[in-house]
């Protein structure tokens, strides 16, 4: 038993402790069993898009990212999963906090949403890590 924890460690330390980016094309729609505020979900004149991703890795696994959009709930990513909203035109804070046992707390960023542009951010923990939210070009 304990060679097989031994093992387990090795692999888990060799892949290293921080997740991956996910192109938005290789990354799976959130479920709509997941989308709580299916409002943001539609596409309407006066508004951006904005897709948030959840890294892929072993890291943060157990648990599903919950993100919000000015602090209201909107949806809750496994790993490797987006999310498409699109908010109105203008300043809002969109922010992401693990679920259940797994660390990290609440990360938030000021985002400008402007009509016909698209803005993309991820959501993972790095190699020492921390969780957190960034834009990304991936």
């Not at 192109?23 to 997941?34: L, M, Y």
């Not at 892929?56 to 496994?78: F, R």
């Amino acid at each position: 038993m304990s060679k097989k924890l031994v093992v387990l460690a090795c692999i888990i330390v060799m892949s290293g402790c921080s997740t991956n980016p996910v192109s938005t094309t290789e990354a799976k729609s959130v479920p709509d069993s997941r989308v709580f505020n299916k409002n943001f979900a539609i596409k309407k004149s006066g508004t951006g898009e904005v897709i948030i991703k959840r890294d892929s890795g072993i890291l943060g696994s157990p648990c599903d990212t919950k993100v919000y959009l000015d602090g209201m709930d909107i949806a809750d990513l496994s790993t490797s999963e987006k999310l498409v909203i699109y908010p109105t035109i203008g300043e809002h804070i969109i922010s992401a906090k693990p679920n259940g046992i797994c660390v990290g707390g609440l990360v938030e960023a000021s985002i400008n949403v402007i009509e016909n542009k698209t803005i993309i951010y991820r959501v993972g923990y790095g190699s020492g890590g921390d969780f957190g939210m960034h834009p990304t070009a991936f």
